[in-house]
């Protein structure tokens, strides 16, 4: 008798070690199950607002959203009652896995050796363990483009999502060439003579490649054709297989590279940047180049602007007719992306529209319109569960899912507040002197 | 023909000293606020109320005012009114950041190099803002003093911004920036053993100084010989006397511990810690010396000794006890402090005081102007902005913002180019594209120290 409650007692002890051990795994693995998403408020993006909607996921895909939808026996429920649910945001311009601390040159991989090297692959280079990953989804954002900078072409962007333990795995199916559009435009500590110089120079450097692009386009099967790899990768862009990026900011590059564009003959371009675009949004439309703009939380170009040009600028693009989408262009701090949609929003362009442009414009403007940015049957289980409107920042983000995978919900970020807001041991009891 | 010449001479005397006046003398203004919902700070949150402004102070707070004669009057019914904002780390309206010929250089000051034309004091105060904290770089271990500053743009006199009453405030930095500094030029400091040492040996040749001096006065006769007066010492004495609250740009937990240490041995125990990404892990030690923190609310990895950070840093340290403020060391993020102060309630659920606190009464008390502005009270000076939703929305937009009661922005009546000067040589004008690195104004303000080398680093 007492030996048996001994024993049950040993059991119990293990049993509740083990649990516990498992508890604190998951804590930090994803879970892949079939969900029933129940009782929230669904924000579709593309069919509206549902109340009280259920969603079901089953191996990350969306397999059915409404109202009146049958759950799966075999789906863990998960009630969201008072919730909202939104697809997961897109940030379409970062360099997330790339770059690890900025002012460290060996935890960079974004700009490769020369102004011609069309054929790095942002791709390559991304760090599925970077720190800035989960603190970035936890936040909502399920995934970015990535891209490498510097240059006239320095390589393709590719867009991931922010889960996965291989950039394959991370990878979402939608990559394109950059190519930085001779700026016109002074940055910080450049005097204008030193601008007009590089802008001259880039101009010839892109003209002349893509002239000899398009020559090696025609010959690249024939037997004489040498092997160039960055002729190899420009190639495809001019046979238009491949979607390009164009960086572009001040207005009247802008133009230019509307004029670049159409004597290209070039279909599947973005315009990517565009701070100046609400000078020349009537032109931009009419071209019918679709934007990535942002950051949105940013200086206005000229002295002379108003204050808020830059809040302005994605509002004055979406109600002239072009297709606007907003970046962060950042890396460590792409979480701040529903405040810039938010601040756009704000400033004219409204909330609905504000929200299109971090997730189903954005996914149009990459080709993966048919699997993610908006909560659809078919779509990729990509989404957040928030307590409210996720522009507010009193607003918490409570649950993600990229993939179909529960997300774990935390980060170093939210670690480190664990550890701290009470630490232990806290103040020394007996302060310790110095000896000076 | 005589008297006429008096008459000229007179008058130009008069015009003389009446422009003397003028710049002693800092406008003022009469409003009359009312049916707003007014964010004290001090004193909860008031439906429906008026606030009175007089001679730039205010006079009055509460429902159905009076209006006096000769008041502006605005009628706020579903705004809300707010202290005006203050940036307690900003390089803005400076023309020149580092004084880097030296590792310490208490001796100069940033009111020497004010320009009230920067079109950023105009962006700043269409973010709300009212008054700033124009600090010296980070490329030294005693940098240079500070300005603390009111914006009141229109004026081409630096000394009109000046905010009169605030104490003298010195910046002071560790960690990387002067190591770094250190390093390129071959001398100390290249570690923070090195900064810790640097600061010790300035103090205690500052009280030798001190010593050197009392003997003197103490016992003056002229065959003795007066010491050689060094304004440098002169600082370095102020700071140990209390008189010059010193500010520091630090990121990691033991270097803010070390300067606790050190300030403890010195008895200085004025003490805000600026950017103090790690403040958080020394958060109970920040507390009991009294020390305040200023910082990013989610600025990190930038640099090394800010990858450990969190954004949780704000939230962990006011649970701590620990006076802290939301600064933005950014000509861009100046714009939207309410915004930033407002991510303390996403990391770390701060209410809606406590998160205004953070860019109103706590940036106050970090440079001794608590007095005069942070809050809504009756007494303090007439700083207030005015928002269409509750500042802590995303959505709010700025509307009106007062510095002593005169009108320094209004939403209504914006016009798109604010500039001051205008260069007339200038046929097109300058298209600068936005780059968040680029706009952080302590990694901006390096260039200036081309004699180090140190190009785009330091933040």
Redesign the interface.
């Known amino acids: 008798m007492r030996s048996t409650k001994l024993l049950l007692t040993i059991l119990v002890l293990l049993l509740s070690t083990t649990l516990s051990v498992a508890q604190n795994d998951i804590m930090r693995q994803a879970r892949a199950e079939k969900f029933a998403l129940t009782n929230a408020k669904i924000y579709t993006v593309t069919n509206g607002v549902i109340e009280n909607g259920t969603i079901v996921i089953s191996n990350g895909i969306i397999e059915a959203v409404g109202t009146d939808v049958s759950i799966p026996s075999d789906a863990i429920v998960i009630d969201y009652a008072g919730q909202e649910i939104y697809p997961g945001m897109i940030d379409s311009g970062t360099q997330l896995g790339l770059v690890e601390i900025g002012s460290i040159a060996e935890a960079q991989d974004i700009r490769e050796f020369g102004d011609i090297t069309p054929q790095m692959e942002a791709l390559t280079a991304v760090n599925p363990n970077s720190e800035a990953i989960p603190v970035t989804r936890v936040s909502g954002v399920t995934t970015v483009i990535t891209r490498p900078s510097g240059g006239v072409f320095p390589g393709t962007a590719a867009t991931i999502n922010l889960f996965g333990y291989t950039p394959d795995q991370m990878f979402a199916g939608s990559k394109g060439l950059v190519i930085n559009f001779p700026s016109s435009g002074r940055r910080w500590r450049q005097t204008q003579e030193e601008a007009d110089r590089a802008r001259e120079r880039a101009l010839k450097t892109l003209n002349e490649t893509w002239d000899k692009a398009e020559l090696y386009a025609k010959i690249e099967n024939s037997d004489e054709a040498r092997y160039y790899p960055e002729m190899e990768a420009l190639a495809r862009v001019v046979k238009g297989e491949m979607k390009v990026y164009i960086e572009v900011n001040a207005a009247k590059d802008i133009l230019s590279a509307i004029e670049w564009v159409q004597e290209k003959g070039l279909s599947d371009v973005v315009f990517t940047g565009v701070s100046e675009g609400w000078r020349v949004a009537e032109e931009l439309a009419e071209a019918g180049i679709p934007v990535i703009t942002g950051p949105v939380q940013s200086v206005p170009t000229r002295s002379s602007d108003a204050f808020d040009a830059a809040y302005k600028n994605p509002s004055v693009m979406q109600k002239a007719g072009i297709k606007v989408a907003i970046r962060t262009n950042d890396t460590e701090n792409s979480r701040n992306l529903p405040y810039h949609a938010g601040f756009a929003a704000a400033y004219g362009m409204g909330r609905e529209e504000a929200l299109k442009a971090i997730t189903i414009n954005a996914a149009e403007i990459m080709g993966l319109e048919d699997q993610i940015g908006s909560i659809e049957v078919g779509k990729k289980a990509n989404l957040f569960v928030a307590t409210g409107d996720p522009f507010e920042t009193s607003t918490q983000i409570i649950e993600v899912f990229i993939d179909g995978y529960q997300i774990p919900m935390t980060s170093r970020q939210i670690e480190l507040y664990n550890e701290f807001l009470d630490r232990v041991p806290g103040l020394n009891k007996n302060p310790v002197t110095t000896d000076q | 023909m005589k008297t006429l010449k008096h008459a000229s001479i007179f008058t130009i005397l008069m015009l003389l000293f009446s422009m003397n006046d003028a710049k002693a003398q800092a406008p003022k203004g009469d409003v009359l606020i009312q049916n707003a919902t007014v964010l004290t700070i001090t004193n909860g949150t008031l439906e429906n109320t008026d606030i009175l402004i007089e001679d730039g102070k205010i006079k009055n707070i509460g429902k159905d005012l009076r209006q006096p004669n000769n008041v502006t009057v605005i009628d706020a019914e579903g705004m809300f009114v707010m202290p005006g904002i203050i940036d307690a780390h900003s390089h803005i309206a400076g023309t020149s950041i580092n004084e880097g010929t030296s590792q310490v250089t208490a001796e100069v000051s940033m009111e020497d190099v004010v320009n009230p034309m920067d ?1 950023s004091i ?2 700043a105060l ?2 709300g803002v009212t008054s700033i904290h124009l600090m010296h770089g980070s490329a030294n271990v005693i940098g240079g003093q500070n300005e603390t500053m009111k914006l009141r743009y229109g004026s081409t006199n630096p000394d009109d911004l000046r905010f009169e009453g605030a104490p003298r405030t010195i910046k002071f930095a560790l960690g990387e920036n002067p190591t770094r500094g250190g390093r390129r030029r071959g001398i100390q400091p290249q570690t923070r053993m090195g900064v810790e040492a640097m600061v ?1 040996n300035s103090f205690n040749d500052a009280i030798k100084y001190r010593e050197a001096w009392a003997a003197y006065n103490s016992n003056r006769s002229n065959r003795k010989m007066a010491p050689e007066y060094d304004l440098r010492m002169e600082t370095l004495v102020d700071i140990l006397e209390g008189e010059i609250l010193v500010h520091c740009h630090s990121y990691r937990a033991d270097e803010i511990y070390m300067l606790m ?1 050190v300030f ?2 010195f008895g200085i125990d004025k003490l805000t810690f600026q950017h103090a990404n790690e403040a ?2 020394v ?3 920040l ?2 010396f009294g020390a305040s923190a200023s910082i990013f609310s ?7 000794e800010v ?6 840093n704000a ?2 340290l006011t ?1 701590n006890g620990v006076n802290t403020s939301i600064n933005s060391d950014s ?2 993020l100046i ?2 402090l309410f ?1 930033e102060a ?2 303390s ?4 659920n701060l209410s809606d005081n406590e998160a205004l606190r953070l860019i109103t009464l706590n940036p106050a008390m970090q440079l001794g102007i608590d007095d005069h502005v942070g809050s809504i009270e009756v007494g303090k000076d007439g700083d207030i902005a005015i928002f269409d939703k509750h500042p ?6 700025p509307q009106m913002t007062f510095v002593d009661g005169v009108k320094y922005f209004d939403i209504n009546t ?6 001051i000067m205008i260069d007339p040589e200038a046929s097109i ?11 952080d104004m302590c990694m ?1 303000e390096e ?1 200036l120290v081309n004699f180090y080398e140190l190009v785009n ?1 330091e ?1």
Request: charge should be neutral.
């Open positions: 079109v105009y962006r269409a973010g010790r240490r403890s041995d958080y892990k958060a109970p030690e507390a009991a989610d600025w990190w990895a930038y640099k090394l990858y450990y950070s969190t954004a949780y939230a962990i649970r000509g861009e714009r939207h915004h407002a991510k309630q996403k990391y770390g802590l929305s995303t959505y709010a937009i914006d016009e798109a180019d604010q500039r004008e300058d298209v600068v594209i936005f780059n968040r690195e680029d706009f901006h260039s680093e933040k």
